[in-house]
């Protein structure tokens, strides 16, 4: 085989694509990563504020999440390098019975595929987090084995271990086009070279929808923008992600949790969203997050914020990704539209694919990949998005 062909090629070196040079390459292929960027992980994954959640409310999110957390969680022992994991576990509280309803209504499902999690009532949540409000406070759900790591330490570790095994990574290159003969996949194009390949792997993230669209398919993966902050440090004093989706003007959700080193780190879901490619902070943001997470927390109100982001989340209609094989260009395979969640359910998702292109599915796949499929309706919604 020549030097610039591979058995796969994926475009993109984030939370997708670079566990998936890891563990395409491990299982014998020979493997290309490009990358419009200069590095590794440099777009959504380094805006990604770290948790890690198998708390969904569906079975494909939850197989993935669990998975995720098992690669991250078990990193430091298996390889002796930090990711900075940290198993605070995920709180979602509730004032109101509408989210009360939705949490204990998907609470069987989350129990039937092996997610540890419980429902709290007031007094017990409070006595996890006495600094909740408790005024109207009903109770909440927890996931003690969630947690939070670092985006950045991971996707370097997986880039690491990747070009290790024999993955080759090619930065500052863009797709400007994929090689298509008889309706199936050759290669790809980019602003420097041409590379040959029976299978290419779309993990573009935000820009999914543009690389699909170079093979005639359409994608329905629209980046909306979020913003986040992070604190000055301050002593430990909670320790689960805490959630609340109860939605308000200009808001659907919020979260926060307490990192190693003090700081507290917040983003916000706007609503209604904020579609495309702005990266630019707002002035918005922050006066409106801070309104929601003190009224839920008072203790909050006398610590100061550092620094405030923005980055992007491919989303879709439904709020669950896509990953499947396209019909329409055979070798043609979608891992995108992660919604925000790249970073948590990016090793899960990199496994599946090495299974996919490996034909050696597990029993669970095919449920997995019914949710997640291309050519699903996209009418349903996820409910912890």
């Given at each position: 085989m020549g030097g610039n062909n591979y058995d796969v090629i994926i475009i993109g070196a984030g939370s997708v694509g670079t566990p998936a040079a890891l563990f395409l390459v491990r299982a014998g292929f020979k493997v290309l990563v490009v990358e419009k960027n200069s590095s590794p992980g440099q777009s959504s994954n380094k805006r990604a504020i770290g948790g890690l959640r198998a708390t969904h409310s569906d079975p494909a999110k939850i197989c993935l999440g669990l998975r995720s957390l098992d690669i991250i969680s078990g990193w430091k022992e298996k390889y002796g390098e930090d990711l900075e994991w940290y198993k605070g576990g995920y709180c979602f509280v509730t004032y109101r019975e509408e989210e009360e309803k939705t949490l204990k209504e998907v609470l069987p499902l989350q129990k039937s595929l092996g997610l540890n999690i419980d429902w709290l009532e007031a007094k017990e949540l409070r006595q996890l987090l006495p600094d909740l409000n408790p005024h109207d406070l009903r109770g909440g759900t927890l996931s003690p084995d969630d947690g939070h790591a670092s985006p950045l330490l991971a996707n370097e570790a997986f880039y690491c271990r990747a070009k290790k095994a024999g993955a080759e990574f090619r930065f500052q290159e863009n797709v400007v086009g994929l090689k298509i003969e008889s309706g199936k996949i050759k290669g790809v194009t980019t602003d420097h070279s041409h590379y040959g390949a029976g299978i290419v792997i779309n993990a573009a993230g935000a820009w999914a929808a543009e690389v699909a669209k170079m093979a005639g398919v359409a994608i329905p993966v629209t980046p909306d923008s979020h913003e986040a902050a992070v604190t000055e440090p301050v002593q430990r004093f909670f320790h689960p992600m805490v959630?609340?989706?109860?939605?308000?003007?200009?808001?659907?959700?919020?979260?926060?949790?307490?990192?190693?080193?003090?700081?507290?780190?917040?983003?916000?879901?706007?609503?209604?969203?904020?579609?495309?490619?702005?990266?630019?902070?707002?002035?918005?943001?922050?006066?409106?997050?801070?309104?929601?997470?003190?009224d839920l927390m008072p203790r909050l109100k006398n610590i100061r914020v550092r620094r405030t982001w923005r980055g992007l989340y491919p989303m879709t209609p439904d709020g669950f990704p896509i990953v499947g094989w396209t019909k329409e260009v055979e070798g043609f395979l979608l891992a995108t539209g992660m919604c925000g969640q790249g970073f948590m359910l990016g090793p899960g998702v990199a496994e599946l694919l090495a299974r996919l292109v490996s034909e050696k599915p597990e029993p669970a796949d095919e449920e997995v990949l019914s949710y997640l499929s291309p050519y699903r309706s996209f009418v349903s919604e996820e409910k912890l998005k």
């Open positions: 959630v609340d989706i109860r939605p308000v003007s200009g808001s659907a959700n919020y979260y926060f949790y307490q990192h190693a080193t003090g700081q507290i780190i917040f983003c916000i879901t706007p609503n209604p969203s904020i579609w495309g490619f702005d990266v630019r902070e707002t002035s918005q943001f922050l006066p409106m997050v801070s309104k929601r997470m003190i």
